[in-house]
């Protein structure tokens, strides 16, 4: 599957990502974070595809339910009484509260794995590479390293129990298995830090000369169409955000949702690469 994203200039997914994840860490409200969660969910299926999306949602919905459990033992406070646990109430508005911090993070987290998605290390090295160089490989280095890691970790578990001498029994083999494969990767991983810093020397690497991309990103009419309808709606986006979060809180009630136009620039921008995704499709329709 290719990104909807990888037709365009970098610099469109990553403003777009960027302002969507500051969006979405400073819009603490419930129809927000709902857009928020749903907009990332729909970014990673277009982004990544729909089975890795389901596949996230093993993880994005147990944390929601448990953040949203926890907060009202964490905080006590509230207008409506759900029921009591002890002593302990249980107030409606701590656990939406919860709901939407763990919603929050959930968007976080999925936004994250999109822009993996839609910004590789090459793309990454072609925006930062000149102005943070050092910062710039230490991104594109992890967003490489982590699956990297996470398939030699499967690669080595599945050749400890390939062997049937080394297979795990009980739960103190398993577990001692499980060591014993992160010490291999410890040791894999220092192995090719070492090659890999000689390698980054040997190509004159922060030597003092100016960097160069292996590919010329040029900005096309596209790409500034593109680039000012993502600025109007964020700047509709913020703007309105600004007026329905002054007069909102949880605590003690909470308020009174404002009309449903100061959401829709939010609405229409989390749903900004679904709309990219359908005019590259219509294109290609079209065209036949």
């Keep these: 599957m290719t990104c909807v994203f990888h037709t ?15 969006l979405s860490m400073g819009c603490m409200h419930p129809v927000y974070v709902a857009f928020s969660l749903a907009g990332a969910l729909a970014c990673s299926a277009v982004c990544r595809g729909g089975r890795a999306t ?35 109430a249980v107030y409606a508005e701590a656990v939406i509260y919860g709901l939407c911090s763990g919603g929050m993070f959930a968007a976080v987290f999925l936004w994250f794995a999109s822009y993996s998605a839609c910004l590789d290390s090459q793309r990454t090295m072609m925006l930062f590479g000149r102005l943070l160089p050092v910062v710039t490989l230490m991104v594109s280095q992890v967003l490489r390293l982590v699956p990297q890691f996470v398939s030699r970790g499967r690669a080595v578990l599945a050749v400890q129990n390939a062997a049937s001498a080394a297979t795990a029994q009980t739960k103190r083999e398993k577990a001692a298995a499980r060591l014993r494969v992160v010490n291999v990767l410890m040791g894999w991983g ?17 030597c003092g000369a100016k960097r160069t991309s292996y590919r010329r990103f040029r900005i096309g009419r596209a790409d500034v169409c593109v680039l000012v309808c993502l600025f109007v709606l964020v700047v509709a986006s913020v703007a309105c955000a600004m007026v329905e979060l002054s ?19 939010y609405a229409l921008l989390m749903l900004f690469p679904v709309a990219l995704s359908t005019l590259d499709w219509w294109r290609w329709r079209s065209c036949r």
């Design 8 to 22: 365009y200039h970098p610099i469109i997914p990553f403003a777009f990502i960027a302002c969507a994840l500051a």
């Design 54 to 88: 389901l596949l996230s949602l093993r993880w994005v919905i147990p944390l929601c339910l448990i953040v949203a459990a926890a907060n009202p033992f964490f905080v006590a406070s509230g207008s409506t009484e759900l029921f009591r646990i002890g002593s302990r």
């Design 190 to 206: 220092m192995e090719d830090s070492l090659e890999r810093s000689d390698a980054m020397r040997a190509r004159g690497y922060n």
């Design 247 to 265: 007069g909102y809180a949880f605590y003690p009630t909470m308020k009174a949702i404002g009309p449903w136009w100061h959401f829709a620039p």
